[in-house]
């Protein structure tokens, strides 16, 4: 009876220590794909000012003032093509609701 009290307490032992060290495995190997343990891993936001003009790099992403003004150029005319896909949606339930009553009036329902 005392050498089965002592297997399964050393086998508890065994298994707790494993089931530690496993996690200690997993952590750093988290940490390794988060790239806190790559030398090679960039700052995220670097800041250079001069008189008339910025530069940033932006997860190793180069930006400047031209670039920043593409970007809004880009940005306006999605937002002009999304205007016109709203005013196109409006037309398009307009015409439903309209048709929708003619019918009605014809069928008389």
């Given at each position: 009876?005392?050498?089965?009290?002592l297997?399964?307490?050393?086998?508890?032992?065994l298994?707790?220590?494993s089931?530690?060290?496993?996690?200690q495995?997993?952590n750093?190997?988290?940490?390794?794909i988060?790239?806190?343990?790559?030398?090679?891993?960039?700052?995220?936001?670097?800041?250079t000012?001069?008189?008339?003009?910025?530069?940033a790099?932006?997860?190793?992403?180069?930006w400047?003032?031209?670039?920043l003004?593409?970007?809004?150029?880009?940005?306006?005319?999605?937002?002009?093509?999304?205007?016109?896909?709203?005013?196109g949606?409006?037309?398009?339930?307009?015409f439903?609701?309209?048709?929708?009553?003619?019918?009605?009036l014809?069928t008389?329902?």
């Amino acid at each position: 009876m005392k050498r089965f009290f002592l297997k399964t307490i050393g086998l508890l032992l065994l298994l707790f220590i494993s089931v530690l060290y496993g996690m200690q495995l997993s952590n750093d190997g988290m940490n390794t794909i988060k790239g806190y343990d790559d030398s090679s891993f960039h700052e995220a936001l670097a800041w250079t000012e001069s008189d008339k003009e910025w530069n940033a790099v932006v997860l190793g992403e180069k930006w400047d003032q031209e670039r920043l003004e593409q970007k809004q150029e880009q940005f306006e005319a999605m937002q002009t093509e999304n205007f016109l896909s709203s005013v196109g949606a409006k037309t398009g339930e307009v015409f439903y609701q309209t048709v929708n009553r003619l019918l009605r009036l014809v069928t008389g329902t």
